[in-house]
């Protein structure tokens, strides 16, 4: 699929299965442009974040900044249906409760949440809004913007590392991950890497040594117990290392506020 019209399928198809957003064209239903969408995975995060940003800065005008913070988290989990939060709730029932493969697959099918999984969520969710109201007004939106879109690279990274071990045909998540390709692959790292080059600065780039690593913990734990990933594992991959990568960015922004500290004095 080269042409333009072609990739703004993708895109559209992407938007409307990763995300709640309306998508103001007539679209029609195309599996396989639902096979291909995935490499559009991080850029919607991108349009995810965005929107966040948005919200977040007029309501830091007029409230607190901690409030702003959370109308604008409220904003991107109703952008996205909690798509992803509910794969990880999922996940901490299923991984929680079960000790075969075939319990875990049994839980994590279950559409009722256990207390796994909504403990799991709410420290999730706590734990996000700590660390988005620790990072500064000023350094807020670009977190959002590279949080969301570099998370859904590891996402689309595993989905092609790893095999889709859910052996219902009806699930729109195998048909995405099953037929994934290298390119779709290439375009979606590429895209969360280069979020990363709105910060200006080539050092931010070591935030992907952690964000990477807890991607490949969490993939190790996977095969290990399913041997291999669903669509509720592809969502906490996602949830995990957005978490990783606002910890990540904390650190990143200390020590740069240190070093110019430690120059100023000096000179």
Same mark, same amino acid.
């Given at each position: 699929?080269?042409?333009?019209?072609?990739?703004?399928?993708?895109?559209?198809?992407?938007?409307?299965?990763?995300?709640?957003?309306?998508? &103001?064209?007539?679209?029609?239903?195309?599996?396989?442009?639902?096979?291909?969408?995935?490499?559009?995975?991080?850029?919607?995060?991108?349009?995810?974040?965005?929107?966040?940003?948005?919200?977040?800065?007029?309501?830091?005008?007029?409230? &607190?900044?901690?409030?702003?913070?959370?109308?604008?988290?409220?904003?991107?989990?109703?952008?996205?249906?909690?798509?992803?939060?509910? %794969?990880?709730?999922?996940?901490?029932?299923?991984?929680?409760?079960?000790?075969?493969?075939?319990?875990?697959?049994?839980?994590?099918?279950?559409?009722?949440?256990?207390?796994?999984?909504?403990?799991?969520?709410?420290?999730?969710?706590?734990?996000?809004?700590?660390?988005?109201?620790?990072?500064?007004?000023?350094?807020?939106?670009?977190?959002?913007?590279?949080?969301?879109?570099?998370?859904?690279?590891?996402?689309?990274?595993?989905?092609?590392?790893?095999?889709?071990?859910?052996?219902?045909?009806?699930?729109?998540?195998?048909?995405?991950?099953?037929?994934?390709?290298?390119?779709?692959?290439?375009? %979606?790292?590429?895209? %969360?890497?280069?979020?990363?080059?709105?910060?200006?600065?080539?050092?931010?780039?070591?935030?992907?040594?952690?964000?990477?690593?807890?991607?490949?913990?969490?993939?190790?734990?996977?095969?290990?117990?399913?041997?291999?990933?669903?669509?509720?594992?592809?969502?906490?991959?996602?949830?995990?290392?957005?978490?990783?990568?606002?910890?990540?960015?904390?650190?990143?922004?200390?020590?740069?506020?240190?070093?110019?500290?430690?120059?100023?004095?000096?000179?």
């Amino acid at each position: 699929m080269s042409t333009i019209k072609q990739q703004w399928e993708l895109l559209l198809t992407a938007l409307s299965f990763f995300s709640r957003i309306p998508i &103001p064209y007539k679209l029609a239903f195309s599996s396989e442009n639902l096979k291909r969408c995935n490499r559009y995975f991080p850029t919607v995060g991108l349009v995810v974040g965005v929107i966040g940003a948005l919200v977040y800065f007029p309501a830091n005008e007029i409230l &607190p900044h901690s409030i702003a913070v959370i109308i604008s988290m409220i904003t991107t989990i109703l952008a996205t249906g909690a798509f992803h939060e509910d %794969g990880f709730a999922d996940v901490c029932d299923a991984f929680g409760g079960g000790y075969t493969k075939e319990k875990i697959m049994q839980i994590m099918k279950d559409s009722n949440v256990g207390a796994y999984g909504a403990i799991g969520v709410a420290l999730l969710l706590l734990f996000k809004f700590q660390l988005l109201s620790s990072i500064s007004e000023s350094q807020l939106i670009i977190s959002l913007l590279i949080g969301h879109t570099l998370s859904r690279s590891m996402s689309v990274w595993s989905m092609y590392a790893l095999p889709y071990v859910r052996e219902d045909d009806s699930s729109k998540s195998k048909q995405i991950t099953k037929s994934i390709h290298k390119s779709d692959v290439i375009i %979606g790292i590429s895209t %969360g890497c280069l979020s990363l080059l709105l910060l200006w600065d080539i050092r931010v780039y070591l935030i992907f040594i952690p964000t990477f690593a807890s991607k490949w913990f969490l993939e190790r734990y996977f095969i290990k117990w399913i041997g291999g990933v669903t669509g509720d594992c592809l969502g906490t991959i996602q949830q995990v290392t957005e978490v990783v990568i606002y910890t990540s960015l904390i650190v990143y922004y200390n020590q740069i506020n240190t070093a110019e500290h430690f120059i100023n004095n000096l000179f």
